[in-house]
């Protein structure tokens, strides 16, 4: 394998440059460093599904983790929760909790950790529930152990955690067992018990594809809440770019396992460096896109990837690769930014201001990366959105000149790719 320099974390926040109630702190709560994990089942081919991943979460502070299908997002979670297999894998690298390795806890110790200091809201709700447990009394459960409470003072306390994630009749729903609801129903009723804990550090894995668009307003809004009003950092896992949008303030785009980039929100969506975010950004669905106008998925699949070994594994799905992305593995490296922070990126050939695609959608006359898999036209000037509204994409000195006066641009995208709202006349 390549030798790999671990890229540096400037995840500093300064209080003064986040407007929120609960100021995001100066230190990070979680730091996660060089984590790698390797599934050596035996008569297998060992795997790197998560590979020297590194990043930072500070209290009040939400980092979204991307990227599609089998990229190592539910790995990485799983991994800082200490919830692997023992056996059939190798996990190194460090996972500092405030000041603790979580990868060095015995099995109790973790056990203790995890409900009271990290929780998680899981992927798949049906296998995370206890099938024969009706789910007040798993709420409830949750409760009484974690605020060391009586039941009698857990229960209504559940009952409202319910109403709160948007469960009707919740008082009825308490006496359910995880079968008699709906899969929506089981989502909020896991989210309900995350929240119950109130942890220091919420992991949530893809916590709102089964839910419909109401109820994910909602629970989008419940978990913001929480992260304002408690300081709870939150990891927020996800394909889904509207969700970051409205929800994250640093981003990692992860792609075969490794951080492609890392962004503050803002700054990815108005000037995607990486062709893989670049092409994630080109691929969401418009409504405000002219009729007939096709979608621009990333061609290929994470079948195509080439080891990072001695490569970019994006390489044969990349609309813009050069020869030494075949020939050298590109390191994660600090760039310098419009805002605060640095962004990180892991690139040979960046994406030009010119090509980027913005929250408010492709420039104009720039080519569908499905059909661009070796070369990339150059357009010119500032993007126009094709609905015609204010135009976003700007070259990169514009941005950095001109980001206080701009909207924010990836408020320009709601969870569903449709131009957005201002929050307040939602
Ligand atoms: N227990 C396991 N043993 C072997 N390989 C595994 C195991 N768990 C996950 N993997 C592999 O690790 C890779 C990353 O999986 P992971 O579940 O983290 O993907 P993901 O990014 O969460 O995808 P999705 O968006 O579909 O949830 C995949 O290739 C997956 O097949
Ligand atoms: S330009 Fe090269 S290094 Fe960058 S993503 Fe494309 S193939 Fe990878
Ligand atoms: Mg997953």
Not at 209 to 215: K, P, S
Not at 330 to 348: F, K, N
Request: hydrophobic share 35%.
């Amino acid at each position: 394998m390549a030798a790999h320099t671990p890229a540096s974390i400037p995840d500093g926040t300064s209080a003064t440059t986040d407007r929120r109630r609960h100021a995001v702190g100066t230190e990070p709560l979680l730091s996660i460093r060089d984590l790698t994990v390797r599934f050596t089942r035996a008569g297998e081919e060992p795997f790197t599904a998560v590979d020297h991943v590194s990043f930072d979460v500070h209290p009040g502070q939400t980092v979204g983790l991307v990227g599609e299908s089998g990229c190592g997002k539910s790995v990485t979670s799983l991994a800082i929760m200490g919830l692997l297999p023992r056996r059939g894998n190798e996990v190194t690298g460090e996972v500092m909790f405030d000041g603790t390795d979580l990868l060095r806890l015995g099995a109790s110790e973790m056990r203790d950790r995890r409900g009271r200091d990290v929780a998680m809201i899981f992927q798949d709700p049906l296998s995370s529930l206890n099938p024969v447990v009706p789910i007040g009394l798993q709420v409830t459960e949750v409760i009484e152990r974690h605020r060391r409470m009586k039941r009698s003072e857990a229960r209504p306390i559940a009952e409202e955690l319910l109403r709160k994630v948007g469960i009707p009749d919740p008082a009825r729903r308490l006496k359910e067992y995880p079968h008699q609801l709906s899969g929506g129903m089981r989502q909020r009723a896991l989210i309900a018990m995350a929240l119950a804990c109130e942890p220091r550090l919420l992991i949530a894995d893809e916590p709102t594809t089964a839910l419909d668009v109401t109820i994910q307003a909602q629970i989008l809004r419940l978990l913001r809440e929480l992260v304002e009003e408690s300081g709870t950092a939150l990891i927020m896992i996800t394909h889904d770019l509207g969700v970051v949008a409205g929800l994250c303030d640093r981003v990692n785009v992860l792609y075969g396992g490794r951080i492609v980039e890392r962004a503050d929100r803002h700054e990815l969506f108005a000037a995607p460096r990486h062709p893989y975010t670049n092409g994630l950004l080109a691929s969401i669905p418009r409504l405000d896109a002219p009729r007939g106008r096709r979608l621009d998925p990333v061609p290929g699949s994470v079948a195509d990837n080439l080891p990072w070994d001695s490569a970019c594994a994006f390489a044969p799905r990349c609309s813009q690769p050069i020869e030494i992305c075949r020939e050298r593995t590109p390191e994660l490296v600090d760039e310098p930014s419009a805002g605060p922070r640095p962004r990180a990126l892991r690139c040979h050939n960046p994406v030009a201001p010119e090509d980027q695609v913005t929250a408010a959608g492709r420039p104009p006359s720039a080519p569908s990366t499905a059909t661009t898999a070796t070369t990339t036209t150059r357009t010119t000037g500032t993007a126009t959105p094709a609905g015609g509204g204010a135009s976003v994409a700007a070259p990169r000195d514009v941005v950095r000149d001109e980001r206080a006066d701009r909207p924010d641009p990836s408020s320009h995208i709601d969870r569903h790719g449709r131009p957005d709202q201002p929050e307040e006349t939602r």
